[in-house]
């Protein structure tokens, strides 16, 4: 019901910044909650950023807090990963995906997800 796509990945350098956004056609992201997940090679997928349907509440990892900030413009539909002081640890394929949520709340499971976007930092 829900597709997304991702765009704005590249390279960059190290110290450098990248800004992802999360497209979704379908129905609107307004009452879904919208997570980043990234997937280094040979590593585990891990949950990077999180923003509710509101866009008033949002979680930011350990590893990128200070660093990255995750926002959203349901009148554009799109959802938005700044990414600032990339370090080439954050080299990764990196997904949106949504999952209904009405509460407000963050969900640990979505449901609908984009191809990814890659991101490579260089040292």
């Known amino acids: 019901q829900v597709q997304l796509i991702e765009f704005g990945g590249g390279l960059a350098q190290a110290g450098g910044s990248l800004r992802l956004s999360c497209a979704a056609t379908?129905?609107?992201?307004?009452?879904?909650?919208v997570g980043w997940f990234r997937q280094g090679p040979g590593k585990e997928r891990e949950v990077v950023a999180a923003?509710?349907?509101?866009?008033?509440?949002?979680f930011l990892s350990d590893t990128v807090k200070g660093r990255f900030t995750i926002s959203r413009d349901n009148a554009k539909n799109t959802v938005q990963l700044q990414m600032n002081s990339l370090r080439p640890e954050d080299t990764a394929i990196y997904y949106c995906a949504a999952h209904l949520e009405i509460r407000g709340g963050l969900p640990k499971e979505y449901d609908w997800w984009g191809q990814g976007t890659q991101v490579t930092v260089s040292s």
């Open positions: 923003i509710n349907y509101r866009g008033d509440n949002s």
């Open positions: 379908g129905r609107p992201l307004s009452s879904y909650a």
